[in-house]
């Protein structure tokens, strides 16, 4: 696929690198030339240098040839004014990202859409959404839904507590019930193993399982976790993100928000109805203290700084709050994040990534995910008549190692995954797999 990328930054870059690495042929579109050779020189792409608002520079990237047109510059006026242009100039899709939710109301995506902004990605409403769907499962590091929540995929880390360590995956299904719940992946130190039927499950693992709604608690008993009731949160930073999980939460919690900025501060009192600000620095403990940070169940820190968003949720959870949320935008610093008790991470460059990657994928993708603490993907497809995956069960179709399927809807049925399985035309089917085997898996879906 032919893909041109307008922007460098956080988000245009990782792109990048990451679609470079399917195979796809890339072109970066960005003003800064510094900027451009240095990625030139590290990735397999092509760049050029210019605006992205500017005919120009669009017709030498030759736009009109691009299966796929990614505008995602700091300034949404750039990124939109760019697709329609790109769109007019002949590319195939246009996506534009936006840092603001009215473009996304039904009215105005359907202009933006009619003048030739197919798609449109607003990244900190995603993450927002992402942090108030984490809140949904307190045990689970991770939580994404499926086919409207009827399949759910949930990463729990395993302490000494959990009835399930030290047993394999085989035995595991014996006693507690294979058609329930399905374990896709295990994170173990920096490694994700796709597991099999004789793999082990050990202390520190953090697992990534896909079950039904109903048994999620039985889940949470295997694994040593209690739940517990959310009342009361705190939100570190007024940006973009905070802002919107804390309108987002207000109506059912009791929410407040520490911000160093009084005049933020200020003109969130006009924004948010019901939420408290207080103007202070989140990391300061003195403050917690005053708040009742004893009393608050979860945490959440985001502000601009990936290191003081994990400093203070630190802080938080030595202070007793059960559940804590950091945005770590430093992707290198995620691992660190996880090893050391920070509950769930909020990385918005994989955020935007996954909702842009199934764009990029020549089948019907219904739902795709990047795992903040995996490099593997998980992620929603249909299963074409005729396609290879309908022809025998699971355990004779030869399924790629690094991949592997957790869970089919067939009309109103939810069925967990097991050898013993025929995927049927029209399933949609959850997958969970390692880059080096997505394309692998696309073909057995296709006719």
């Not at 397999?44 to 691009?66: N, P």
């Not at 691992?335 to 994989?350: C, Q, S, V």
Request: glycine fraction near 6%; proline fraction near 2%; aromatic fraction near 6%.
């Amino acid at each position: 696929m032919n893909i041109v990328i307008a922007g460098a930054g956080a988000v245009g870059t990782h792109l990048a690198k990451m679609l470079s690495r399917q195979e796809h042929n890339i072109l970066l579109l960005d003003s800064d030339q510094e900027k451009i050779e240095n990625l030139e020189s590290q990735l397999d792409i092509m760049s050029i240098v210019g605006s992205c608002t500017s005919i120009g520079a669009l017709k030498d990237a030759e736009v009109g040839k691009c299966d796929l047109y990614i505008a995602v510059n700091p300034l949404e006026e750039q990124n939109i004014n760019s697709a329609i242009l790109a769109k007019k100039l002949g590319a195939k899709r246009t996506i534009a990202r936006v840092n603001n939710s009215e473009y996304l109301e039904n009215e105005n995506a359907e202009y933006l859409k009619s003048i030739g902004i197919d798609t449109l990605i607003y990244p900190e409403r995603l993450a927002a959404e992402e942090i108030v769907a984490s809140l949904k499962q307190i045990g689970s590091r991770q939580l994404h839904e499926f086919s409207d929540g009827r399949l759910q995929l949930i990463g729990i880390k395993l302490w000494d507590n959990a009835l399930i360590l030290n047993h394999t995956l085989a035995k595991m299904g014996e006693i507690y019930g294979a058609d329930q719940f399905r374990v896709v992946a295990i994170k173990r130190e920096d490694k994700t193993i796709i597991p099999r039927g004789n793999d082990t499950l050990k202390y520190g693992d953090l697992i990534f399982v896909v079950t039904t709604p109903s048994f999620i608690p039985n889940v949470f008993t295997l694994c040593g976790k209690e739940e517990f009731e959310i009342k009361n949160i705190v939100i570190v930073g007024a940006s973009r993100i905070g802002v919107k999980t804390a309108s987002l939460l207000e109506k059912n919690y009791n929410v407040k928000i520490i911000e160093k900025d009084r005049e933020k501060c200020i003109q969130l009192a006009d924004k948010l109805k019901s939420t408290l600000i207080i103007n202070g620095d989140g990391r300061d403990l003195g403050l917690l203290r005053e708040e009742g940070i004893k009393n608050i169940d979860a945490f959440i820190s985001v502000t601009k700084s990936s290191e003081t968003n994990i400093l203070s949720c630190l802080l938080a959870k030595k202070m007793g709050v059960k559940k804590s949320v950091a945005e770590v935008e430093n992707i290198d610093y995620i691992d660190l994040a996880e090893n050391i008790g920070i509950g769930t991470l909020i990385n918005t460059k994989l955020i935007a990534a996954s909702h842009i990657y199934r764009y990029t994928m020549n089948v019907d993708v219904k739902h795709l995910k990047f795992l903040t603490f995996s490099e593997a993907e998980v992620f929603e497809l249909e299963a074409e008549e005729g396609a290879r995956i309908t022809k025998h069960e699971l355990k004779d179709v030869h399924f790629p190692e690094d991949a592997t399927i957790g869970g089919v809807i067939r009309g109103d049925k939810t069925i967990i995954a097991k050898g013993d399985v025929q995927i049927m035309p029209g399933d949609n089917v959850v997958i969970f797999a390692l880059p080096n085997a997505v394309k692998k898996v696309i073909k057995y879906f296709q006719k």
